[in-house]
C-alpha cells in the first residue's frame, strides 16, 4: 500500500512540485565532487591564472573571502547556480600563454557550456546553461501548478503504475533523454487510465474507451473528444518522436521543450482524471 504523505510533504508538493529525489534546492555531493574534479583539469599552462581569477570573481561576488573550492561547500543550489555562471565566464576568457613564438591567447576550459551541462545530465541536477546563463528544465511556473498536484495525485492505491511511470519521465526530464521522458510520460497516461478501470491494449483505445464511459456531463460533451484528440497527439509524439519503437540512425533528439509539453500534459492529465474519479458517486 502507498504512504500517507505527511502534511509538510504535501504543502511541499502543492506549492513547489518536489518531494524526494525531485528536491532542487540542494546540489549532490557527488556533483560538487566531479565539478572541482573538472576544474582541476583545466588548461595546465594558465590553470593557475584561471584558479586565481575563478577565487577572485567569487569573492567579489559573494563577498565571503575563501577560495573557489570553499562555495560549493554548502551546496545550496541558489549559489552553486551563480558559481556555474562564473566558472562559464572565467573558464572561456582567455589568458596569455607565452611561447617562443609569442603569445598565445589560451581559454582555460574550452567549450565549457558544454562540460557544465554534461555534468548536469550526468547527475540529473535540472538546470541548463545556455549563454553563461541557467535555466531550471521546465517551467518553473508548470511545474508548481502541474507537476506537483500530479505527483499527489499519483498517491493514490492502484495507481503505482502511474506513479512509478510518471516519477520516470520526470527523471528522464532531467537528464536531459528527451526520448524516454515521452515514452515514460504517455506510459503513465496508459496507466493511469487502466487504473481507473478503462480497457484498451493502446493509448487510443483507452482514449474511445474513456470518452464513452460516462465519466464527463452532458453539458461537457466536447471533453472527451478534445481529451481523445489530446491523448492521440501524445501518442503520435511517442510513436514519432519517442524511442517506445526506435529511431533510425542518424535521427535528431526530440527538442527538450516538446518533452517538456508532454510531459505537462500527462500531469494534467492525471490531475483531472483523479479528481473526477474521486468525485464520482460511488
Not at 573571502?65 to 549559489?79: H, M, N
Request: charged residues 30%.
Amino acid at each position: 500500500m502507498t504512504r500517507r504523505l505527511r502534511y509538510s510533504e504535501r504543502k511541499r508538493l502543492a506549492e513547489t512540485g518536489a518531494l524526494g529525489d525531485l528536491v532542487h534546492d540542494r546540489i549532490p555531493a557527488e556533483f560538487a565532487i566531479a565539478l572541482q574534479n573538472a576544474i582541476k583539469r583545466s588548461e595546465a599552462s594558465v590553470r593557475e591564472d584561471f584558479e586565481s581569477g575563478l577565487t577572485h570573481a567569487c569573492v567579489e561576488y559573494f563577498g565571503l573571502d575563501r577560495g573557489w573550492q570553499g562555495f560549493l561547500i554548502d551546496r545550496d543550489a541558489e549559489s552553486v547556480l551563480d558559481f556555474l555562471e562564473i566558472l562559464a565566464q572565467e573558464g572561456q576568457r582567455t589568458r596569455p600563454t607565452w611561447g617562443i613564438a609569442g603569445n598565445y591567447p589560451t581559454p582555460a576550459m574550452p567549450g565549457v557550456e558544454q562540460r557544465i551541462n554534461d555534468l548536469l545530465e550526468r547527475f540529473r541536477v535540472g538546470y541548463r546553461m545556455e549563454r553563461g546563463e541557467m535555466h531550471k528544465v521546465g517551467s518553473p511556473s508548470l511545474e508548481a501548478e502541474v507537476i506537483g498536484p500530479a505527483l499527489l495525485a499519483v498517491q493514490t492505491g492502484g495507481w503505482e503504475e502511474v506513479e512509478r511511470s510518471f516519477r520516470e519521465a520526470l527523471d528522464h526530464q532531467r537528464g536531459g533523454e528527451t526520448d524516454d521522458a515521452l515514452t515514460a510520460a504517455n506510459a503513465a497516461v496508459e496507466a493511469a487510465l487502466k487504473a481507473v478501470g478503462l480497457k484498451g491494449k493502446t493509448l487510443k483505445e483507452l482514449a474511445k474507451a474513456f470518452r464513452s464511459s460516462g465519466r464527463v456531463p452532458v453539458y461537457l460533451a466536447r471533453v472527451p473528444e478534445l481529451l481523445e484528440n489530446l491523448l492521440d497527439r501524445l501518442h503520435a509524439a511517442r510513436s514519432i518522436e519517442g524511442d517506445a519503437h526506435g529511431k533510425p540512425p542518424g535521427a535528431d533528439d526530440v527538442p527538450q521543450d516538446l518533452a517538456d509539453l508532454a510531459i505537462h500534459w500527462a500531469g494534467s492529465f492525471l490531475v483531472y482524471l483523479h479528481e473526477s474519479t474521486r468525485q464520482a458517486p460511488a
